[in-house]
């Protein structure tokens, strides 16, 4: 039986930083961003939006016409979470009105978490055909002001729907993990910014590529020239770029300029956009690929690179489905983006220093966001959601 993506849809905030307006601001050449780490703008949350209310307006559409009703449980990927407690999928649970009986849980492990939750999701449907898993990936990517991580920053949720007979992508049961303790980037829970070693970052990720990879290689038949494309996690899109040609060289494929913008170019189009989103980046970056797709991809295989900083990374494989193209969201995806606003640099550096409230007060936030959902208040230390 075919288990895998039934449905995709994304959220990102309405409010963008151009790449060229920070890096006018820093007095640097724009190229460096628009090239060198191949970025045009990042998304900031508003006030009013977090990872909750992007992830209950990504997962929104997919419930449409008590499709909620199927749904068993609710996996929450973030490695920006907003308790140490609670599971911020709990909030969603409620906003999106799913049944009291549907289990919620939030899980972490850098960016790598939404592929951990997949994999899960994919087992808890093989073993009851007829449920459904909606995996939530919700993140704010924040880094030090006037330090290399910060022209990478961005927010976006994507929701999957995981189902029997996926209407989008069939997921192969073949994994390849890599697993090693490592400071590459991480966050303490009294930092609201992540602490990276940039440069070794990307070296991790592409040793932990090769190591996945070769596990891959030992328990799926697939071969590198099997796949019609490539899904890389996407923390800018240079980084897939460069992470490709790795994969080539080390299969000894000679990939033409031809081959690598038809392999991996239409993932990285609305990343570029968004920013990076974490947990949520792949997964982005599966939608652009499905909706820019110049040609039908039905019947082809795509290999998925996921990594999370620490670091744990997989390498796994998915069919693209036959018809795939009527259960996508394209038009609203792009209206979406068309409609966001661009903040001027002031404007961004409000937002990024916005008060985040911690005294017990109550504190009103400012109606801001155009997403269905907002966070309202936060009082006496409880966040206050509601529904526009
Ligand atoms: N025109 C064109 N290109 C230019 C340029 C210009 N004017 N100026 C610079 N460049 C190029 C450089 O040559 C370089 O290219 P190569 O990588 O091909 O050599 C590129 O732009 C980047 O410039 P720098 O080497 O000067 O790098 P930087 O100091 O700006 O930092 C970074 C880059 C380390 C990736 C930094 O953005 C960073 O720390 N980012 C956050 C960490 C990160 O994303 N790591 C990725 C792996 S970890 C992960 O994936 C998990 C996650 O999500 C965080």
């Not at 909606?134 to 924040?142: E, G, I, P, Q, Y």
């Not at 022209?151 to 090693?180: F, H, W």
């Not at 019609?228 to 990939?255: D, E, I, T, V």
């Amino acid at each position: 039986m075919s288990v895998g993506i039934d449905e995709i849809s994304f959220y990102t905030s309405n409010y963008y930083l151009d790449l060229r307006t920070l890096a006018e601001a820093q007095q640097t050449d724009p190229d460096k961003y628009y090239v060198g780490i191949g970025q045009e703008k990042m998304g900031m949350a508003a006030p009013d939006e977090d990872i909750v209310t992007m992830a209950a307006n990504a997962a929104m559409p997919l419930l449409a016409e008590g499709a909620g009703e199927r749904v068993t449980t609710l996996l929450f990927a973030t490695e920006t979470g907003i308790d140490q407690s609670k599971a911020a999928g709990v909030y969603v649970h409620r906003l999106l009105g799913l049944s009291s009986n549907c289990r919620v849980v939030e899980l972490k492990q850098a960016c790598y978490s939404a592929t951990a939750a997949l994999q899960m999701a994919c087992a808890l449907v093989a073993r009851k055909p007829d449920s459904k898993v909606l995996v939530v990936a919700s993140d704010v990517a924040r880094y030090d002001l006037n330090t290399p991580g910060e022209a990478t920053q961005g927010c976006g949720a994507v929701a999957l729907m995981i189902s029997a007979k996926p209407r989008l992508v069939e997921i192969d049961p073949e994994v390849g993990n890599y697993t090693e303790d490592v400071m590459d980037f991480w966050r303490p829970n009294y930092r609201a910014t992540a602490l990276v070693d940039g440069k070794y970052s990307t070296k991790i990720y592409l040793k932990s590529l090769k190591k996945a990879w070769e596990n891959f290689r030992t328990v799926s038949a697939l071969t590198f020239n099997d796949f019609g494309h490539f899904c890389y996690h996407l923390p800018f899109g240079r980084m897939a770029q460069k992470a490709h040609q790795y994969l080539a060289k080390l299969n000894k494929s000679a990939l033409s300029p031809e081959q690598q913008e038809y392999q991996i170019e239409d993932t990285l189009l609305y990343n570029r956009a968004i920013g990076n989103s974490y947990t949520a980046s792949m997964y982005i970056g599966l939608a652009s690929l499905l909706e820019n797709g110049k040609r039908s991809l039905a019947g082809e295989r795509i290999g998925f690179f996921s990594y999370g900083s620490g670091c744990v990374a997989e390498f796994f494989s998915g069919k693209v489905v036959e018809g795939y193209e009527r259960w996508l969201h394209r038009d609203r995806h792009r209206q979406l983006l068309d409609a966001r606003q661009a903040l001027s640099y002031d404007e961004y550096l409000q937002l990024y220093r916005y008060p985040d409230p911690r005294d017990g007060e109550h504190h009103d936030l400012p109606a801001v966001t155009t997403g269905r959902f907002r966070l309202a208040a936060i009082s006496h230390h409880k966040r206050e959601y509601v529904v526009c």
